[in-house]
């Protein structure tokens, strides 16, 4: 069981940047690949960006690609995302999620737990 606790969501300008974190509980953290979805009001939930276990690969959509950076610290059970050069499309409610079954997951079925979510919103 993972349980999983997004954070630093909040309202900036275009431009501007952001770095979400998500806070695991549960000693098996380091064996997930996470990843981190977005989803827009009348929107379907949206792949972000993964991380394999050990933070040697990631993989990113190719919307937010070279804006935006998944990282994590196995030592403290916290998964990060920044994000840089913000743009309005870029507004939705951002969630992290595990997943065992690859470092290349991209469909919201492939992950098994899920974040509450935290709340972006970027003004133009």
């Known amino acids: 069981q993972v349980q999983l606790v997004e954070s630093g969501g909040g309202l900036v300008q275009a431009g501007g940047s952001l770095r979400l974190s998500c806070a695991a509980s549960?000693?098996?953290?380091?064996?997930?690949?996470m990843g981190w979805f977005r989803q827009a009001p009348g929107q379907e939930r949206e792949f972000v960006a993964v991380?394999?276990?050990?933070?040697?690969?990631?993989y990113y959509a190719d919307s937010v690609k070279g804006r935006v950076a998944i990282s994590r610290d196995n030592a403290k059970n916290t998964v990060y995302l920044q994000m840089n050069s913000l743009r309005p499309e870029d507004t939705a409610v951002y969630y992290c999620a595990a997943t065992y079954l690859s470092d290349r997951a991209t469909s919201t079925r492939e992950y098994r737990y899920w974040g509450q979510g935290t709340q972006v919103t970027v003004s133009s």
């Open positions: 549960g000693r098996t953290f380091s064996s997930y690949a």
């Open positions: 991380i394999r276990w050990d933070g040697g690969s990631t």
